[in-house]
């Protein structure tokens, strides 16, 4: 009797194993058609990627938005290299430090024009660029602000030597204007807005003199996401798009959100949003300052060669 149980027992074996084995898989698969239910994107913890907190109004039926907060540009181009998001808006020099190394990552929409501003302390004597010289001045290496300022130094007969530059993220110019550990800061919004609301800092200038113009933030995507799967990043771009144009026309729901999910006071994102266009169309304007952006970098040493745009843009999602 018992051997015969034995025996069952061996026979049955095999069934119950690939029986939960098939399980097992069923779940899995079901797993990833939920994940690619879920379209994540990335941005970063500033005002003008704010718009990435609007695509939750326009997704499509049967999606879910998941957004992924960065600090640093490169972080958000980086994650969309690994695939740990479909989308990021961050600085486009991220994006051309990138490209210009060979990184496969490409621009599939515009994301901001502005949000950029030169503030200095009030007890400092800066009021004009000329006056950073031999000052402490904080600059985020690698982003759309070191670019400008570069070249805002170069118009005015100076260099990055002139200054002592600050190695500094963000988040944290306001603190340390405040503190005196800087004399200035090349900053982003809300950074400005906190700074002139506080009554720390003093506006020098928002740096949209240089032929970049106003030129700040993309959406950027890997060229693999683009190849393979460009019907989830048309379905990204198409709520950027709807969510800019929405925020744009509500800037009430700008300061609201921007209070959420920043968590600053109200008077500082006030003083921060005029200074904030939100933008998403690849048109003439974009391009030119594009490229005008890529020759600035180029000059500068930033980067070692120049990027093919025509590669790393595309239009196909407009």
């Known amino acids: 009797m018992l051997a015969h149980l034995a025996r069952l027992t061996r026979l049955a074996l095999p069934v119950v194993v690939a029986a939960a084995s098939i399980a097992g898989a069923s779940q899995v698969q079901a797993q990833d058609k939920a994940q690619d239910k879920v379209l994540r994107v ?8 704010i718009s990435a907190y609007f695509y939750d109004k326009f997704v499509p039926a049967g999606y879910t938005v998941e957004v992924f907060p960065f600090e640093s540009p490169t972080d958000g181009k980086n994650a969309v290299l690994t695939g740990t998001v479909d989308t990021c808006i961050h600085g486009i020099a991220a994006f051309l430090l990138g490209a210009a190394a060979g990184e496969p990552v490409v621009i599939v929409a515009n994301a901001n024009n502005g949000g950029m501003a030169v503030i200095a302390g ?22 759309t602000q070191e670019a400008v300022i570069l070249e805002r130094l170069r118009m005015e007969g100076m260099s990055i030597k002139d200054i002592q530059p600050i190695r500094l993220s963000f988040s944290d110019h306001p603190a340390a204007l405040a503190r005196g550990d800087i004399d200035a ?3 982003a919004e809300p950074a400005p807005g906190i700074s002139l609301a506080n009554g720390t800092g003093r506006l020098v200038e928002y740096p949209y003199s ?18 393979e799967n460009p019907q989830r990043i048309k379905m990204v771009v198409d709520m950027h798009r709807k969510a800019v144009d929405y925020a744009m026309a509500n800037p009430p729901q700008i300061v609201d959100v921007a209070m959420q999910k920043l968590g600053q006071q109200k008077k500082s994102i006030e003083l921060a949003v005029p200074n904030v266009e939100l933008a998403w169309k690849l048109d003439d304007v974009f391009m030119q300052r594009a490229n005008a952006y890529t020759r600035l970098m180029f000059e500068n040493k930033q980067i070692r060669q120049m990027p093919d745009l025509e590669r790393h843009i595309t239009k196909q999602f407009m």
């Open 210 to 227: 240089t032929p970049i113009g106003s030129l700040n933030m993309i959406l950027s995507a890997s060229e693999k996401a683009v190849k």
């Open 122 to 143: 009030v007890k400092t004597d800066i009021k004009t660029i000329k006056d950073l010289k031999g000052k402490k001045v904080a600059i985020w290496p690698g982003s």
């Open 185 to 187: 800061y090349v900053g």
């Open 42 to 49: 990335g941005t970063l913890k500033l005002i003008h990627g």
